[in-house]
């Protein structure tokens, strides 16, 4: 069988380097991961890989450096394409076990009765607001009657800034135009002003940022303010599979929490080992590990449901989950503390 990560074209560096989609990071601190899990199935336990998206690190961070084997995880990848919104509908639908995505992506999902639970959050910080530096694009409150390029109209990052400008006062819905670019012209997009301010998750985002040489410069996003100490990926795993192999569902969330850690405390060389699998250089990936926030990432505990309820209840505001959703019900319902 061919390796899932390093012989798919996907995931070769020179296919990649036209890629646009990349998403994430990863870290969880904790004593509980210190206890080895033993496998409760010789069956592998399928892991949804994209091929794309640092948000994915701690994936081939846990297989390369020992944190599947340290827990008893015995896995098989699954790469299935670089659609994130796709990995929901795998998990859910049985093709994979295990997939580690946008908490934001998820929630909708959740609510119409997708069978996945959360196990498991994995970092914070990966969703930045782009402006032209020295417009009048400022802030979420200075975006009224604006144009916004997003790369799905579906995407976490309008569902997050929906949000925010609703908190401004401002409908999402009629006091904005949504503009839909392919990730990678985000930023051209602003700088031939057909929007006024571009939103995306790292790292597509961060290198449109850099790479501006200071002509953009980041007005909001999940790592600043109130949301700095949320999280913003989570590992799912179907709700059966958790009720079937929970040792093997506490097994494979040890390791991919281990592997989130690691890569917290070792970024250069957490980078180092990403450059096998994505087109962006060593020094960029390391200063994106960085850039996360780190102290969000949790087990399933008191504080995860927490940020779960506000998601839901600021998602209620928008219209993105309906309103008679009780998000303290709802956070309950779609996460399992396969740890304790």
Known sequence: ????????????????LGA???????????????VPSFAQSSDPIKV???????????????????FFEKHGANVEFVNFGSNFA???EAVSSGKIDVYVNFILQYIKPLEQG?????TGAVHGGCIRLLARSGSEEVDYASLKGKAIGVRSIDSPGKQFLSVQLY??????QTEVEWKVYPTDLLGEAINKGEVHASIDADPAIYLILKNSKGGLTEIGGLHSGEYADLACCAIGIRKEFIEARRQDAAAVTRALLDAAQWTHENPDEAAELFTN???????????IIRSHTHHANLPVDDKFRGQLETYTEELKTVGIVRRRTDPQA????ITADVLS
Not at 114 to 118: A, G, I
Not at 330 to 333: G, S, T
Request: hydrophobic share 45%; glycine share 12%.
């Open 1 to 16: 069988m061919s390796d899932p990560f390093l012989k798919s074209p996907l995931l070769s560096r020179r296919a990649m």
């Open 20 to 34: 646009s989609a990349l998403a994430v990071g990863a870290s969880f601190a904790g004593g509980l991961l210190s």
């Open 48 to 66: 949804g890989w994209t091929g794309t998206g640092i948000c994915l690190i701690s994936i081939p961070v846990a297989r390369d450096k020992g």
């Open 86 to 88: 796709a990995g929901v």
């Open 114 to 118: 997708v069978n996945v639970q959360f």
């Open 167 to 172: 908190k401004a006062g401002i409908d999402p």
């Open 277 to 287: 699998y994505s087109p962006v250089d060593r020094q960029t990936l390391a200063e």
């Open 330 to 333: 709802f956070a309950r319902r």
